[in-house]
């Protein structure tokens, strides 16, 4: 797994001689070495200053090697708009976007990691087992004790507490 930051870096020098071109590279320089690294023991690549199309183009080439990363998985990190001048954060949208239209073809899962960050799993079997932001055991041991309490107690209330439980996991839980 050590491997993947490394080929992440040599596989993304394009985008590295790219950013020199953009108008702010001298007051936030984008590099490989600055930008891709480990992020809780999966790679990451840190999209901040880089343009859109820049961006997109890292995203591309990150998630074509998707299949080869020993890690099964990478983050992508893409801020929160602070530098938008007021636009809704256009390098997330565009980003997000970008992994949404492609993830359900290529068999990826997306997993949002807070307002900055979207974990990109390609391959469920080398990714790790306990994924940052997944449910645990103990999570879902400890909703079935709670709803069998309230179900002792209040039938009606444990009912709709279930349903919304259901429908709120149902629905990738925000993802």
């Known amino acids: ?20 071109l953009l108008s702010w590279y001298a007051e936030r320089p984008w590099t490989t070495d600055t930008h891709i690294d480990w992020l809780q023991g999966l790679p990451a690549i840190d999209l901040h200053a880089l343009s859109v199309k820049t961006a997109l183009q890292a995203t591309q080439i990150a998630c074509e090697m998707g299949s080869e990363l020993q890690s099964g998985s990478l983050y992508l990190v893409t801020g ?56 645990g055991l103990l999570e879902v041991l400890f909703t079935f004790l709670l709803l069998a309490g309230l179900w002792a107690t209040w039938p009606p209330f444990a009912v709709a507490l279930g349903l919304g439980l259901v429908w709120w996991f149902a629905k990738g839980r925000g993802r």
């Open 80 to 135: 929160s708009g602070r530098h938008s001048m007021g636009r809704p954060a256009p390098l997330k949208r565009a980003v997000h976007g970008w992994l949404r239209t492609r993830a359900q073809s290529k068999g990826w899962s997306l997993h949002a990691q807070g307002q900055s960050r979207v974990l990109v799993v390609f391959d469920e079997e080398r990714a790790p087992s306990a994924l940052p932001g997944s449910v």
């Open 1 to 20: 797994m050590r491997d993947d930051v490394h080929r992440l870096r040599v596989a993304l020098l394009p985008v590295a001689e790219e950013a020199k």
